[in-house]
């Protein structure tokens, strides 16, 4: 493992940020802590990097201890490159000074050819003599990660990358930095509260909330085989319905009877994405379309079952229908996701 987190706590007076957070990143992964704002990704960034001290637990990178008890490597000892949300570049220094920033203690020649393989990399050969404001919001993100791979770091560290530039930008970007990262060959650990951005970049992802990290796992997993009811709201887009323990392994709900590997007898509550909800013309089920939101390739229905419950279906946009049409739709549910009901709130 390139990058071990074990056990990390850190608080400000009596506020504790996070408490008990651990994961690990094989070299050359892309990891991602994904939560909502204010919930503890920085902090957990800035420790890794040496810019604060945690109160308890060990930090690694390529098996060396940086912090821990009686630990504490200085954040310049550490082998790290960090991309900040406002990319943090030198208005009077020219992309090519800007890329050079980390690499004085080498010779001048070796500088320079350095400096052109970092722009090679990110594309930004054209524009080396040009200043920070000569050039766009998304080349500016590019030449800050190109100083930040520069002196080849261990582990690169990268904070909201992309929060300034409009979601066009954002999406294409992300996917090329993705490119960038995977071909220096560093390890890279991103943090933010955008679900697009941590799926389009990162291996692996865990789920920042309460304290610690809820779930960490390919993205695959956290959308389909979510760890518990956080992770399942907070991934993606679905609905809970109720179902009905029939025997075990079999679960009843209003669109019909699945087979799950819940062996309880106990009533659930199951998760049904909006690609679980399939519409079929043909089929028995009835649901009236109560809104609808266009996405190109995709409607994004919004339907209402017999019971007045609402579900969600993602359907192909030729398939255009009205709002208040009852559309038929059935199941087509690969794994089941069932939890208990949430505790309901004792409220009159
Ligand atoms: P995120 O990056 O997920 O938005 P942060 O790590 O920035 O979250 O902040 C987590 C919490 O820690 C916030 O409540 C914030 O106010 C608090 N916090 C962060 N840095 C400090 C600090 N230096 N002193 C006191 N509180 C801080
Ligand atoms: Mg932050």
Redesign the pocket.
């Known amino acids: 493992m390139l990058l071990e987190v074990k056990n990390l706590r850190q608080a ?2 009596d ?1 504790e ?1 996070v408490a008990g957070l651990s994961f690990s990143l094989a070299r050359g992964a892309i990891g991602c802590l994904l ?10 960034l800035r420790c890794i990097a040496g810019f604060e001290t945690p109160q308890e637990g060990e930090i690694r990178i390529a098996g060396r201890m940086v912090s821990g008890p009686g630990t504490m490597v200085a954040p310049e000892k550490r082998r790290i490159g960090m991309v900040f949300q406002d990319y943090a570049l030198f208005p009077h220094l020219s992309v090519a000074g800007n890329i050079a920033f980390g690499l004085h203690a080498m010779a001048h020649a070796e500088r320079a050819a350095r400096v052109r393989k970092l722009g090679e990399l990110v594309g930004l050969t054209a524009a080396l003599a040009k200043y920070p404001h000569e050039i766009s919001g998304g080349q500016q993100q590019r030449v800050a990660l190109a100083r930040a791979l520069a002196p080849s770091p261990e582990l690169l560290l990268l904070d909201e990358p992309f929060s300034n530039l409009d979601i066009d930008l954002r999406e294409r970007l992300s996917l090329e930095v993705r490119e960038i990262i995977k071909a220096s060959g560093a390890t890279a650990v991103l ?1 933010t ?1 955008d679900q697009q951005e941590a799926f389009a970049m990162a291996d692996e992802i865990g789920i ?1 909330h309460e304290r610690h990290i809820q779930q960490w796992d390919a993205p695959y997993n956290l959308y389909h085989r979510p760890a518990n009811r956080f992770v399942a709201d907070f991934v993606g887009q679905g609905v809970f319905l109720p179902a009905k323990a029939l025997s075990a392994g079999r679960l009843e709900i209003e669109l019909g009877v699945l087979e799950s590997d819940e062996r309880g007898k106990e009533d659930l509550e199951v998760l049904l994405r909006p690609d679980d909800v399939v519409h079929d013309d043909a089929a028995p089920t009835r649901a009236e379309v109560l809104h609808k939101a266009f996405r190109g390739a995709e409607i994004l229905y919004t339907l209402r079952l017999e019971s007045g419950r609402k579900v969600l279906a993602l359907v192909p946009s030729h398939h255009n229908h009205a709002l208040g049409e009852k559309i038929g739709i059935r199941l087509d549910v690969d794994h089941v996701v069932a939890f208990r009901p949430e505790a309901q709130s004792s409220k009159p």
């Open positions: 400000y007076g506020h940020v939560g909502p704002s204010g919930g503890g990704k920085t902090t957990v943090v509260h920042l």
